[in-house]
């Protein structure tokens, strides 16, 4: 497996409360990704990085943010949780975009908002 | 890619025969058309890929066509087996640096 890894496993948290979540990686690939998983909607992408201090929107980024200061690590954040935000977090990570662009996952974290 | 439509949501077969699943796209400048395979309560692995440039592509049990045309490619698994039971998720990618858009997947179950 990649050398991907994301932390927390697993969380519980209030409504109102700021969450961070965190991604490491350990391939030095210049592509990191956010998705969230829930049933019947399959992977939704939250937010991307293309490098250091570069990331975009995704398909469902609203409520989040994220930051990318070392090649290494991207960070997720709920600003303020809602529990539509319950959801499984994947983080991936890609070497190049175009061809050959196998994307490697992290194992998730599953978030839930009470 | 835009959007990628996945069909079915579920799909059971019975051991020892052939499943396929169907994903359409709409987003003309996508050129790499990936499967991944989650098993439950894990991550999504690669199974196989296909590129534009490509029409069909088979990995022992598993073959992937790509209809450029229609906009549309499949997933073939032959002789399936019970470990084969999993969700499958489609995607295509255009080359861009937000990556690949996935499909709703199809919970795949091998009936024994």
């Known amino acids: 497996d990649a050398g991907i890894t994301q932390s927390p496993r697993h969380k519980v948290t209030e409504t109102g409360t700021p969450v961070t979540l965190r991604c490491h990686q350990t391939?030095?690939?210049?592509?990191m990704y956010w998705y969230r998983q829930d049933p019947g909607h399959g992977l939704r992408l939250i937010h991307y990085s293309y490098g250091v201090k570069d990331t975009d929107k995704g398909e469902v980024s609203d409520g989040y943010s994220v930051s990318r200061s070392k090649t290494e690590d991207f960070l997720l954040t709920l600003e303020s949780a809602t529990s539509s935000q319950t959801s499984v977090y994947f983080c991936?990570?890609?070497?190049?975009?175009?061809?050959?662009?196998?994307?490697?996952f992290g194992q998730g974290t599953r978030l839930t908002v009470v | 890619g835009e959007n990628v439509e996945q069909h079915p949501s579920t799909l059971s077969v019975q051991e020892g025969d052939s499943a396929v699943i169907k994903c359409t796209y709409s987003d003309s400048a996508s050129n790499y058309f990936p499967w991944y395979k989650q098993e439950l309560g894990k991550r999504p692995q690669l199974i196989i890929d296909?590129?534009?440039?490509?029409g069909e592509k088979k990995d022992q049990r598993i073959a992937v066509t790509l209809n450029k045309t229609a906009k549309h490619f499949s997933l073939h698994i032959t002789e399936t087996q019970p470990e084969d039971s999993a969700v499958y998720f489609c995607?295509?990618?255009?080359?861009?640096?937000?990556?690949?858009?996935f499909g709703k997947g199809t919970h795949l179950i091998i009936q024994p």
């Open positions: 991936a990570i890609s070497e190049s975009q175009g061809l050959n662009t196998e994307a490697f």
């Open positions: 391939e030095n690939h210049r592509y």
């Open positions: 296909i590129r534009s440039n490509v």
């Open positions: 995607a295509d990618e255009r080359g861009g640096a937000d990556g690949l858009t």
